[in-house]
T-cell receptor
């Protein structure tokens, strides 16, 4: 299973754009990149997933270069409520049996006023 | 909305007790997971089940067992609780093929073993 590497922590200020990069050098051909968000005292929440190039939804954008060995989660104009831990993981969304989801340590994002 | 419900939010048990953590999902998902979360260690997979009565070990299965007799219910069992099993336990389920990586998590059970 491909492992992921992310920064342990990041600081930002309200209104800034935040980019969190994840490294996944051994990503397999069928793997997608998925990001989760976790607030204190809650379970993680799925926020975005992509295979290549760029994906955007109402929460974030995900940028994936052509070699797919890394990806960047972009949060536009963060607010205090975006303070959370963000996890990157890789996996095959079409492979039901044996589809383990392996989370790393995540990136703790702290947004300051 | 998908709901993953864990039976207890907080639990205090004594060393040596047999502990059951229950998890129920209401969306007919095939996959279900049990994780534990500790400060500085992130989420670590204990067990995974991809069908009724099917299970696979995760990264840290020692000291735990699981049961999945019905599709909607996945139980984590601590055969003989120890203090190093004090942790936050999170259950999750994920949709079928095409969205397996989009898991839904419960609110967690904070277990303290004294």
């Amino acid at each position: 299973l491909a492992k992921t590497t992310q920064p342990i922590s990041m600081d930002s200020y309200e209104g800034q754009e935040v980019n969190i990069t994840c490294s996944h050098n051994n990503i397999a051909t069928n793997d997608y990149i998925t990001w989760y968000q976790q607030f204190p005292s809650q379970g993680p929440r799925f926020i975005i997933q992509g295979y290549k190039t760029k994906v955007t939804n109402e929460v974030a954008s995900l940028f994936i270069p052509a070699d797919r060995k890394s990806s960047t989660l972009s949060l536009p104009r963060v607010s205090l409520s975006d303070t959370a831990v963000y996890y990157c993981l890789v996996g095959d969304p079409f492979y039901n049996q044996g589809g383990k989801l392996i989370f790393g340590q995540g990136t703790e994002l702290s947004v300051k006023p | 909305d998908v709901k993953v419900t864990q039976s207890s939010r907080y639990l205090v048990k004594r060393t040596g007790e047999k502990v059951f953590l229950e998890c129920v999902q209401d969306m007919d998902h095939e996959n279900m997971f049990w994780y534990r979360q500790d400060p500085g260690l992130g989420l670590r997979l204990i067990y995974f089940s991809y069908d009724v009565k099917m299970k696979e070990k995760g990264d840290i299965p020692e000291g735990y067992s699981v049961s999945r007799e019905k599709k909607e219910r996945f139980s984590l069992i601590l055969e003989s609780a120890s203090t190093n099993q004090t942790s936050m336990y999170l259950c999750a389920s994920s949709p079928p093929q095409g969205r397996v990586t989009e898991a839904f998590f419960g609110q967690g059970t904070r277990l303290t073993v004294v």
